[in-house]
C-alpha cells in the first residue's frame, strides 16, 4: 500500500508544473501527495478575476474529489489567492467542513506565515512573479500577519506557463537583488515559480533563511500530519 504513512491532498491551478515534481523530490518513505486541478485562467494570464472565479468554481469539486481519493490533509496551492481574497485559509477550511470533512487544511498563505514564524522573522524581502495588480497586494498582506516587508520585487511574468519556465539564474539574481541587510528572511512567492534547487545556494550566500511557498507547504502539511523528516542541506527549515 503507497501512502501508508499519509496521503496529502492537493488542489492545484491548471498551469502548475512545478509544485509536484518539488515534492516528490523531497518526498519521505511512505507519504504520497495526490494533486486535483483548478482552472485559474482561461486568458494565460493571471487577475484577481480569475483567482476569485477559480475559488467559487473549482475548489468545492477539488475538495470532493480528495475526499474520495482517501487523503489525510488538504492543501491548498495557489499563494495568490489570498492575495485576492481575504481570510482565505478560514475560507478554505469552512468549505471542507461544510462537506462533513474533519482532516487539517492548508493554504499557502498560510503555510509561509507559519514558517517565518518559526523563524521568529519580522522583517522580510520578498521576490514574487506577479503583475502589479497582485504585487501591490503583498505588503498588505504581510502586514495583517505583523511582518513587515522591508522592500518587495517582482519578475512580473504574468503568463501562467511563463512563469513555470523562469530561469534559475533570473531567480537567483532577482533574489540577491531584492534582499536587505535588514530582514531576517527572504521569502520567495508563487507555487508555479521553480526554486528547490535554488534555497540552500541562497542561504550561504545571503547567510539568513529562504522561505519559499513550495517549502514552506511541504514543511507545514507535513507537521501537521505527524510526519517528521530531517533534509540537512535541503533548506535551513528543515534543519531545526
Not at 145 to 169: D, F, Y
Not at 215 to 235: D, K, R
Amino acid at each position: 500500500m503507497y501512502g501508508w504513512r499519509s496521503r496529502i491532498g492537493i488542489l492545484l491551478p491548471t498551469n502548475n508544473t512545478v509544485l509536484e515534481p518539488e515534492f516528490w523530490k523531497m518526498a519521505p518513505d511512505g507519504v504520497t501527495f495526490h494533486t486535483t486541478r483548478m482552472i485559474s485562467s482561461k486568458t494565460g494570464h493571471g487577475s484577481v478575476e480569475g483567482l476569485e472565479n477559480m475559488t467559487q468554481n473549482n475548489v468545492d469539486r477539488g475538495i470532493e474529489e480528495l475526499a474520495i481519493t482517501g487523503v489525510d490533509a488538504y492543501v491548498y496551492a495557489c499563494l495568490s489567492t489570498s492575495l485576492a481574497v481575504q481570510k482565505w485559509q478560514e475560507k478554505f477550511e469552512e468549505k471542507i467542513a461544510r462537506l462533513g470533512i474533519k482532516k487539517p487544511a492548508l493554504s499557502a498563505f498560510t503555510a509561509m506565515v507559519r514558517a517565518l514564524h518559526h523563524f521568529r522573522a519580522r522583517q522580510v524581502s520578498v521576490l514574487c512573479p506577479y503583475g502589479p495588480e497582485l504585487t501591490n497586494k503583498v505588503k498588505n498582506a504581510f502586514d495583517a500577519q505583523n511582518i513587515r516587508v522591508e522592500k518587495v520585487e517582482s519578475l512580473n511574468v504574468t503568463g501562467l506557463h511563463a512563469v513555470c519556465n523562469v530561469p534559475l539564474s533570473e531567480i537567483y539574481k532577482a533574489a540577491r537583488r531584492v534582499d536587505t541587510s535588514g530582514s531576517d528572511a527572504l521569502c520567495i512567492l508563487a507555487t508555479d515559480l521553480p526554486t528547490l534547487p535554488l534555497v540552500a545556494i541562497l542561504e550561504r550566500d545571503l547567510d539568513k533563511p529562504v522561505v519559499t511557498t513550495n517549502l514552506a507547504i511541504y514543511w507545514g502539511i507535513l507537521n501537521m500530519v505527524g510526519v517528521h523528516q530531517s533534509m540537512n542541506g535541503t533548506a535551513r527549515l528543515f534543519d531545526q
